[in-house]
């Protein structure tokens, strides 16, 4: 789906380095948490609902 989309091959994959449990938590505490550990190329997995 990527190549496709972009013309180009993956070459590497990064996972989440944040991963909070935002299905879990109320939006404050989620927004701290996710805050607290960003750091330059992190990659943040959300949830939806």
């Known amino acids: 789906?990527?190549?496709?989309?972009s013309g180009t091959?993956?070459?590497y994959w990064r996972g989440c380095?944040?991963?909070p449990y935002d299905g879990e938590w109320d939006a404050d505490?989620?927004?701290a948490f996710v805050l607290a550990r960003l750091r330059t190329g992190s990659v943040v997995c959300m949830h939806e609902g």
């Open 9 to 11: 091959a993956l070459r």
């Open 1 to 5: 789906m990527i190549a496709a989309a």
């Open 17 to 19: 380095s944040v991963m």
């Open 29 to 31: 505490l989620t927004v």
